[in-house]
């Protein structure tokens, strides 16, 4: 088995990653509402952890650090300008869309300074100004604290969601109801039945091929993850099943999937994986890691973590 289940926010990290506290007013408004993922991060909370610092560090993909180049040549410093990063996939008939929306105190003057010295001229969409950023990224300001950014189709799908042209997150109740468990993590994430069954099936590995898994991957609802460094590092994931005996059987294979893994770990990744727990509770799915700073930085350095977070 490639794949461990106390790295399953580390494995979405790795993919798209985003930072987190609760979505403000202007952020739900321009999420499509059709959303099968929704991953946050608290820049604020990262900044005061040298632990969660190294974890960015460590898996944030190329085009998350194009897009954090093309906020310095516009005049925002991610590092302390951002408080808030988020972003949702959401589904159109050609198959997902991504949207980014950063949330912080931008130095607007400055910005619109920089764009014209550097001759970005903005294109008009309605009563809103697109503009064009490195690696074909399309931003626009909603207003002094809030950016919607992404390629020009998903930007202009965001800001039809805002205008009523088309359901925004605010209509989605399935994932808003998931939302409030989370929302004060680090980072959080919520993903829908689609997504929270990619999740697994990447997680479980060869287990994923077992009839078990192919029985109980149609009731799954959704589920949540959170990740804190406030005391050494927390992960908490909840996979929402449709009732008791599917989240006992989830819970059976992923702790048989840990077993496997441990009979051929090294030191440092056979200790993160006793800081791991399975159980299920009631419909719900709970995995819980818990360790030091220490123990979770050697972790990063470890061959475990470069599979997981490829």
């Known amino acids: ?117 550097s001759k970005m001229s903005g294109n008009k969409y309605r009563t809103y100004t697109i503009y064009p950023m490195n690696g074909g990224v399309q931003a626009v300001f909603i207003d002094a604290y809030t950016m919607l950014f992404g390629e020009q189709t998903a930007v202009k799908m965001g800001l039809d969601a805002r205008d009523g042209e088309i359901e925004s997150l605010n209509s989605n109740g399935a994932i808003t109801d998931l939302m409030p468990a989370v929302a004060d993590g680090t980072v959080w994430s919520v993903l829908d039945p689609v997504g929270t069954q990619n999740l697994m099936k990447s997680t479980l590995g060869d287990a994923s091929s077992l009839a078990d898994y192919d029985t109980v ?66 419909d719900i799915l709970k995995v819980r890691f818990k360790t030091d700073d220490s123990k979770f930085q050697a972790l990063l350095k470890s061959d475990l973590f470069t599979a997981v977070s490829r």
């Open 1 to 117: 088995m490639k794949r461990l289940v106390f790295v399953l926010g580390l494995a979405m990290l790795a993919s798209s990653f985003s930072f987190g506290s609760s979505l403000g007013t202007n952020t739900r408004t321009v999420i499509p509402s059709d959303v099968q993922q929704i991953i946050s991060v608290d820049y604020r909370a990262l900044r005061n952890s040298p632990t969660a610092l190294a974890l960015k560090n460590k898996v944030l993909p190329d085009n998350l650090k194009e897009f954090e180049t093309a906020l310095k040549g516009i005049g925002i410093d991610p590092d302390n300008d951002v408080e808030q990063l988020t972003f949702a996939s959401f589904r159109v008939k050609s198959g997902l869309k991504i949207v980014g929306v950063a949330t912080g105190q931008f130095p607007m003057k400055k910005m619109l300074a920089k764009m014209k010295v």
């Open 217 to 282: 991957k149609k009731r799954l609802t959704g589920s949540r993850y959170t990740m804190d460094f406030n005391q050494g590092v927390n992960f908490d994931l909840d996979v929402i099943t449709s009732d008791n005996m599917t989240a006992a059987t989830l819970s059976s294979l992923v702790k048989a999937g840990l077993m496997f893994r441990k009979m051929n770990a090294t030191g440092t990744e056979k200790t993160a994986l006793e800081a791991t727990t399975v159980d299920s509770d009631s």
